[in-house]
């Protein structure tokens, strides 16, 4: 059992090292917790992660919040999930700064031309890597393709989609578990806590979680009122806190969506630009809300200044999208062996999972258009003249560097970069 210092130490050096997406993320807590201290026992690590895939949120962060709550209860999950979270969160806020102050610079616009082409390859490279992990049956592919289909053709709400697929994968693993390839959990020899405990400490636990979770909203609402951006941007990833199956790119489409064509606080380019720098920064993917969050707030800073709206925004949406990861935990992490072997709560994940796929498809093509054309008509479709040749060129190319050489994400982002300010030179 380590001490309270050496767990900080550790989630520290995790924190400022955890880069590469949540699949490289939760490969360095395999390596530093479980395979170089033994902290952590291989199946109990499993068995997290397979409760961490179950709940809403990023995986990886609540998987290090679980190693903490685990090693030293409460305060050993606050302190593992808190370092998981601030080192990428503090880099996201100077690059997030550094952005709104270059913002109509030449040489900046010219840079970021080629970090939104890398972008591009970086969501198709993700949908196949999920797809390849996801998609094991032939009911599972009809899943994402109507998915996609119901997102792209029909304007399906996102929350719509993942409660649909849900409830179709709880009900099929009834009658036909093979089509979702359902398999059982063999049980854990670790004993049982009496059910009564764990109901009133769950009840306990959800109490104080949604308190600290709806402080902030509260004093915004107060302060504020209901007409500030902030208002809007707590509830609305409040919201979003809560559908955030599968990933941060699975959530992204829903989020660019609503942020650009719902409440207007970015454009399609910056949009691209946010998760361009989400993913040059330590900590999970997701942290993108906290960018769009300090534009909107920026943008709309009602009787505050731009600087402190878009700091309090940062903040605002950082809070309400991690605050829920450790509810999450710390309330269902004492269930997490009852949680395994519900077969209808895990096939009901399977066809969740299967539907992000389609998710990200979605995804994929809203940046496309938005990214390789300079105009897309009100009903989605592109202005084929409008082709931007330099942006398809880096595209291109990125998607070369990742797929053919097998070059890293950062690699990729900063020779994109670098083609963007050649090619603006023409």
């Not at 093509?365 to 202005?383: D, I, K, N």
């Amino acid at each position: 059992m380590p001490t309270l210092a050496e767990l900080t130490w550790v989630f520290a050096r995790i924190g400022c090292l955890s880069f590469g997406g949540p699949a490289g993320q939760i490969a360095l807590m395999q390596r530093e917790i479980v395979d170089e201290r033994g902290w952590i026992e291989q199946g109990a690590f499993l068995r997290a992660l397979n409760l961490c895939h179950l709940l809403p949120g990023p995986e990886a962060q609540q998987l290090a919040t679980w190693i903490g709550w685990r090693l030293h209860g409460v305060r050993g999950g606050l302190i593992a999930g808190l370092l998981f979270v601030l080192p990428g969160a503090a880099v996201m806020l100077a690059l997030s700064l550094l952005y709104v102050a270059a913002a109509g610079l030449h040489w900046f616009a010219a840079l970021f031309l080629g970090v939104k082409a890398a972008v591009l390859a970086v969501v198709v490279q993700a949908l196949l890597r999920v797809a390849n992990r996801a998609l094991g049956t032939r009911f599972k592919l009809v899943l994402a393709a109507l998915a996609a289909a119901a997102l792209t053709l029909l304007h399906a709400p996102f929350p719509l989609v993942i409660v649909t697929a849900g409830l179709v994968g709880a009900a099929v693993t009834r009658w036909r578990p093979d089509w979702l390839g359902a398999h059982h959990v063999a049980p854990s020899s670790a004993p049982l806590q009496s059910p009564r405990r764990l109901v009133a400490a769950t009840f306990v636990t959800i109490a104080v979680w949604l308190a600290i979770w709806a402080l902030p909203l509260g004093l915004v609402f107060v302060l504020l009122g209901p007409d500030h951006v902030l208002w809007q941007l707590g509830l609305f990833f409040s919201r979003l806190a809560v559908v955030t199956f599968g990933g941060a790119y699975a959530v992204l489409a829903y989020m660019a969506q609503a942020a650009v064509g719902g409440f207007g606080w970015l454009s399609p380019g910056e949009m691209a630009d946010g998760l361009g720098l989400a993913e040059t920064t330590p900590g999970p993917l997701i942290m993108v809300t906290q960018f769009v969050g300090f534009i909107a707030a920026w943008r709309h800073p009602g009787v505050l200044s731009p600087l402190v709206a878009g700091l309090l925004g940062a903040s605002l949406t950082t809070w309400v999208t991690f605050a829920p990861c450790f509810l999450w935990i710390f309330a269902c992490a004492p269930w997490m062996e009852r949680l395994e072997h519900a077969e209808r709560l895990q096939g009901a994940l399977a066809a969740i999972t299967a539907a992000v796929v389609g998710v990200i498809a979605n995804l994929a093509l809203w940046f496309a258009l938005h990214v390789l054309f300079r105009t897309v008509s009100e009903a989605g479709l592109p202005v084929l003249s409008s082709l931007d040749w330099r942006a398809a060129s880096i595209a291109v190319g990125a998607s070369l560097m990742l797929f053919t050489l097998k070059r890293g994400i950062m690699p990729t982002l900063a020779l994109s970069a670098a083609a963007g300010l050649a090619l603006s030179a023409f």
